[in-house]
């Protein structure tokens, strides 16, 4: 059966993917939206186009890298519908590779990541009524299937979230509990904006939202899109190093 999410959690819901996907729900008949952020003014525009849809919206400026934090958000936010869907969203580009931007890409993107997830897990597991569909979804990135020189911090943290969902997949069949990575390719975002290497298959932010909503309704596993870049990256990731090394030195870099 085709799944129909009402009550959502979207963490990184001010642009990007997670502000398309936070409208794409409110246009199709979700009742809650709780959307979280960190520039406010990005994030109360968000959630005022979403009430205009007719939705109720519970915004929340929060930083995911703020564990006790994001627990109490999420069990608040439980409280007040009983979530379908938890989308560990959030994410940061690394930029220069300096030791600062390193360790806050990893905190962001693992850490920020594990603090949406876990307690939301935990809130599932406890779950008496089994009516209410539970599903775990986050954003990883077609850069993890294999490291890439262009992006290192940023790649090898996708990689992580994404091997860490596939096999949570596993691991929480048995408590009914569906968990989703999502995979995407170049996408139109505050991201991709600061990018100055060439950025194929580029998609605007609406309709990545609309693959990856329809690809959760039939509890798909592994939503990587646009597909040619899924299979070249997957290609690379099974070719010997020497191959690879050389294929990488011939691509264009940042500037």
């Not at 799944?3 to 963490?11: A, G």
């Not at 642009?15 to 109360?44: C, D, M, P, Q, T």
Request: hydrophobic fraction near 45%; proline fraction near 4%; aromatic fraction near 8%.
């Amino acid at each position: 059966m085709q799944k129909k999410f009402t009550n959502i959690l979207i963490t990184g819901a001010s642009s990007g993917i997670g502000e398309a996907l936070a409208l794409y729900f409110a246009a199709h008949g979700a009742k809650n939206l709780f959307l979280s952020g960190r520039n406010v003014e990005r994030l109360n525009d968000v959630a005022e186009r979403c009430r205009d849809l007719g939705t109720t919206v519970y915004p929340r400026v929060i930083s995911v890298c703020d564990k006790e934090a994001m627990a109490q958000w999420i069990t608040e936010c439980n409280r007040i519908a009983a979530l379908d869907l938890v989308m560990a969203n959030a994410g940061v580009s690394t930029g220069e590779e300096t030791a600062e931007n390193v360790y806050n890409t990893f905190n962001t993107n693992v850490f920020g990541v594990l603090n949406t997830i876990t307690p939301a897990a935990e809130i599932f597991k406890m779950r008496a009524d089994k009516t209410i569909s539970k599903t775990i979804a986050i954003t990883a990135s077609i850069a993890g299937y294999h490291g890439l020189p262009s992006c290192p911090s940023y790649s090898a943290a996708k990689a992580c979230v994404k091997a860490y969902g596939e096999a949570l997949r596993g691991s929480l069949k048995a408590d009914n509990i569906d968990v989703s990575v999502i995979c995407p390719g170049f996408v139109k975002s505050r991201i991709t904006d600061k990018n100055t290497c060439p950025m194929p298959f580029f998609m605007s932010a609406e309709k990545a939202a609309e693959i990856i909503v329809m690809r959760l309704e039939k509890n798909v596993g592994l939503i990587a899109f646009p597909w040619p870049m899924r299979l070249a990256t997957w290609a690379l990731s099974i070719l010997p190093n020497r191959l690879t090394d050389m294929i990488y030195a011939a691509l264009p870099h940042k500037v």
